[in-house]
């Protein structure tokens, strides 16, 4: 039984390669030739992250991939070439998975065209990596244990090749006398034994371990791992029942849908290659998934950089169109055809594909160029269909994925593409943008989500931030993690709508969204409530230019935005205003009216990644409730004017009237028609389960007068990195909290074998977070309900007793910390504290508290491991940072004198 395909299935794909898909055969073998004949070796390094590496440091964008040069990187962008140790060790990574890619293609090639040269080459790689997978070692990664890597999923794809690669050659017979049993003891043994230690539950990068898994499993004859990768709590099925939503879309947005989709593709194969059933209503919304990136699409054949996204990357790319040969493959849906007509149009200029440097599934995106069949994979030369089906016309249509929660519309042929994004929050790579607004027009993106840069920049806090998107936000802080709630959704006679709700603070205010597309304009009703007096924000991703208007009055900038923004200009708006904007050839007027005067602030903020800043927009609102009424017009509007209760937008074919009722509106059309939209039964959109469950509200630690609270941290406490506690040293402390007449007094005893101090440091080369994480030190973190104040810190001694204390996070009437610490026979103890009463801004009947102990040793550049107060459960330290659920406190009560 073989992994992907059946040997008869084989024999008769071979018939298909030497007919039909003979050039995409002829244009893999060519891009083999260069190894051909030559010695072949893996890198002898570790691959490593940095926050530099890989990337141009002038305009942020990946350095050009080389796999015979690594030494000298070059930007696709400004053409500079960039020498250095951190853009050498991304390479290794970037040559690990090129290698062990091409032993894919020459094992295919070898068994599908009887081509012994290329089985050489397969057969080659696969010992290279035999003798060599070994000696790296498993130490100082960034997210999960691996050898040749810093990622565990990175060295599931790794090994998943290698195990495909071996399967396709032994299993029509072309594998030499011990190179299957070399391959499974050095390679697939050690390397799923890694894996399966790691599982990222419902992530996208947990897929592809999934396949790994499964694939290991069946090579090393192990149906333990086999049933684990199918039917495990994070299996397979599990990512097609709650990954993969209902409407066939991946939880986490369109970037990791096509990464999370093609590793379902391995997963679901491999299953029904070894007769396991998969439940037929997962399988359909599976096939849905294939087709679910082009109903998404903008105007210029992007997909939406919704989430963590990459910015405006094209469908107009060979993976796009394999994808679509894979479902057709499976299927025969017409949107497929139709999306590779697209793909294949002749018209799109010729360029590199980028096939030739590709990486395995670890992909690197490129700009469009033409394609066509023999610019496919080798899954493509395994699976794809001799003929394509005749395309049938299939031209854009709006979408509402409703399990997503994303609705869009399109106008004049797509031409025109609005949205709202309102519903699933996304998990881990989500962002705080619930009501975020979307507007193309043409090749013009006015209102969109950028996605985000690299994860090693800090410009990564900006991108996730509710100000970097159309959407709303209460007194200058990010929106919360959840969900919005449909409240009702049409599309009919050219006459579009969808309105949502969500809650800005929970269970305090929320913010409803009402949206009508229409052929000429954009209706936007945005209404705001809440139990006390706040202040609701709006961002524009767009410099608005105010026409003048008696409703505006200039003034000078008050207050300041958080940074990165600028404040640039502000006005007060008491009055019905009109506003343009343009972007090439394309343009919106604009026109809005408040229920009560409002500010109007430009700002100049980062931009798309990857670009220079621009200026922004925000509407700013103050009190209890508020309501702005806009109409973006990129056709033929001539007027909008406003009452309490209704609007009305001319045209040359007549006026608009929008009047507000109970449970929704009424549209008017200039033809007499009367259109009732009205709102639905509410339903939540539902969130993955990738989100731990609410935390137990542990009973409170009464201090009294000579009675400190005291905890052991040990194993049981220990968050670990690739070594566990045991093999970590086996760091332990003790923590004590205290309360006196006039101070709250902690005191850490961390007892560990020589404690490493980082020194002061103004930047971290490894990436985003504050580099005084990578140290033996304290996060310290503190909680005062009764002042509404929350607070972090960073702790790392210095010379004794000088303690560095960072601020990480102040909200509130935060009170003073002071520090210092001594080093012991055994580690070392840090005492910390606040003062109480009035002066203690509030530390006086009720805080809570958590206390995290990092530790690192002296080979090591990132930190080893932590001791976590409120307990580990199992926990890694991987992409933590310094960030811990505030749900996860030790609370604290003092007693009355």
């Not at 495909?164 to 043994?189: H, I």
């Not at 990222?200 to 990768?229: H, I």
């Amino acid at each position: 039984m073989t992994l992907l395909v059946s040997p008869g299935a084989l024999a008769a794909q071979g018939r298909v390669v030497a007919t039909s898909l003979r050039p995409l055969a002829a244009s893999l073998r060519a891009e083999l030739e260069p190894l051909c004949g030559v010695e072949l070796h893996l890198p002898r390094q570790k691959a490593r992250l940095t926050r530099g590496g890989g990337r141009c440091p002038t305009h942020g964008v990946l350095l050009a991939f080389d796999p015979w040069e690594p030494q000298r990187h070059r930007c696709p962008r400004c053409g500079v070439v960039f020498t250095g140790e951190d853009h050498d060790r991304w390479w290794v990574m970037n040559r690990q998975l090129w290698l062990v890619e091409r032993a894919v293609h020459g094992a295919a090639l070898a068994g599908l065209t009887d081509d012994a040269v290329a089985r050489d080459v397969a057969v080659r790689i696969l010992a290279a990596c035999a003798d060599q997978y070994l000696s790296y070692p498993n130490e100082d990664n960034v997210l999960g244990p691996t050898r040749p890597f810093f990622s565990t999923y990175l060295e599931s794809i790794w090994t998943l090749q290698v195990a495909v690669a071996l399967d396709l050659l032994e299993a029509q017979g072309l594998a030499p006398d011990g190179l299957g049993g070399r391959v499974r003891e050095r390679v697939l043994a050690p390397s799923v034994e890694l894996i399966a230690a790691y599982d990222e539950g419902g992530s996208n990068r947990q897929v592809w371990n999934n396949a790994t898994l499964l694939a290991c499993g069946v090579l090393l004859d192990r149906p333990s791992l086999v049933e684990r990768a199918v039917l495990g709590r994070s299996g397979l099925v599990a990512h097609l029942e709650s990954g993969l939503l209902a409407d066939g879309s991946w939880y986490e947005g369109e970037n990791y849908h096509q990464f999370a989709h093609r590793g379902l593709w391995y997963g679901v194969t491999m299953a029904e290659q070894q007769g396991i059933p998969l439940p037929a209503p997962l399988v359909a919304r599976f096939h849905e998934a294939f087709a679910l990136p082009f109903l998404t699409a903008l105007p210029d054949v992007t997909f939406p950089a919704r989430r963590d996204s990459q910015y405006a990357v094209s469908l107009r790319q060979w993976r796009f169109a394999e994808s679509c040969e894979l479902g057709l493959a499976r299927t025969a849906d017409e949107r497929l055809v139709a999306a590779l007509a697209t793909l294949y149009a002749p018209d799109i200029p010729a360029g590199d594909t980028g096939r030739a440097t590709s990486t395995a599934e670890a992909e690197r995106n490129g700009p469009p160029c033409r394609l066509d069949r023999s610019s496919l994979g080798w899954k493509s030369l395994l699976c794809a269909r001799a003929e394509l089906p005749r395309a049938v016309p299939h031209g854009p249509d709006s979408v509402h994925l409703t399990h997503q929660g994303f609705a869009v519309f399109r106008r004049d042929g797509g031409r025109v593409y609005a949205a709202l994004d309102y519903g699933h929050p996304g998990g881990g790579h989500g962002h705080p943008d619930r009501l975020n607004l979307w507007l193309v027009v043409g090749g013009s993106r006015f209102l969109e989500d950028v996605g985000t840069g690299s994860y090693t920049d800090p410009s990564l806090a900006w991108y996730r931030s509710t100000w970097a998107h159309n959407a709303p936000l209460v007194d200058g802080r990010s929106q919360p993690y959840g969900a919005g709630v449909l409240r009702g959704w049409g599309e009919a006679q050219g006459i579009g709508w969808v309105e949502a709700t969500f809650d800005v603070v929970p269970g305090r205010a929320h913010v409803t969204r009402r949206v009508i597309v229409l052929d000429q304009c954009l209706v936007d009703d945005v209404l705001w409530e809440s139990a006390d007096d706040v202040e609701l924000s709006l961002p524009w991703q767009v410099a608005w230019t105010l026409e003048p208007s008696a409703g505006a009055t200039a003034t000078a900038p008050t207050g300041e935005l958080p940074p990165p923004m600028v404040a640039l200009r502000q006005a007060t708006v008491a009055g019905p205003v009109v506003f343009r904007a343009s972007s090439g050839r394309d343009a919106l007027a604009g026109w809005t009216a408040a229920d009560a005067p409002f500010t109007w602030r430009q700002a100049r903020a980062p931009g798309p990644p990857g670009t220079s800043e621009r200026e922004i927009t925000i509407w700013q609102a103050s009190g209890r409730r508020g309501r702005w009424r806009t109409v973006l017009a990129w056709g033929a509007v001539t007027d909008v004017t406003f009452t309490p209760e209704a609007m009305v937008v001319d045209g040359p074919r007549g006026r608009t009237r929008i009047e507000s009722r109970d449970g929704g509106c009424d549209l008017a059309t200039p033809d007499g028609q009367v259109h009732q939209l009205r709102r639905q039964a509410t339903v939540a959109t539902a969130a993955s389960g990738d989100r731990e469950p609410p935390a137990s509200v542990a009973p409170a630690f009464v201090l009294a007068p000579g009675r400190p609270f005291t905890l052991e941290l040990g194993e049981r406490h220990y968050r670990r990195s690739e070594q566990p506690w045991s093999q970590a040293g086996a760091p332990e402390a003790t923590l004590r909290v205290a309360a006196g007449t006039a101070f709250v007094d902690i005191e850490i005893s961390v007892r560990k074998v020589d404690p490493t101090f980082a020194p002061p440091r103004a930047v971290n080369p490894l990436d985003n977070e504050d580099p005084d994480i990578n140290s033996d030190g304290v996060q310290l973190y503190l909680d005062v309900p009764g002042a509404n104040a929350t607070a972090s810190w960073i702790l790392v001694p210095e010379a004794a007793p000088t303690v560095r204390i960072t601020p990480r996070e102040l909200r509130g009437a935060v009170p003073p910390l002071t520090a210092t610490w001594r080093l012991t026979p055994d580690g070392y103890q840090v005492r910390c504290g606040f003062p109480r009463g009035a002066q203690g801004l509030g530390v006086d009947r009720h805080f809570r508290l958590n206390v995290v102990i990092n530790e690192i040793s002296r080979q090591r550049e990132r930190r080893r491991g932590q001791l976590v107060a409120t307990g580990s459960d199992g926990e890694w330290v991987y992409l933590r940072g310094d960030r811990e659920d505030p749900r996860r406190m030790l609370s604290f009560e003092i007693p009355d004198a």
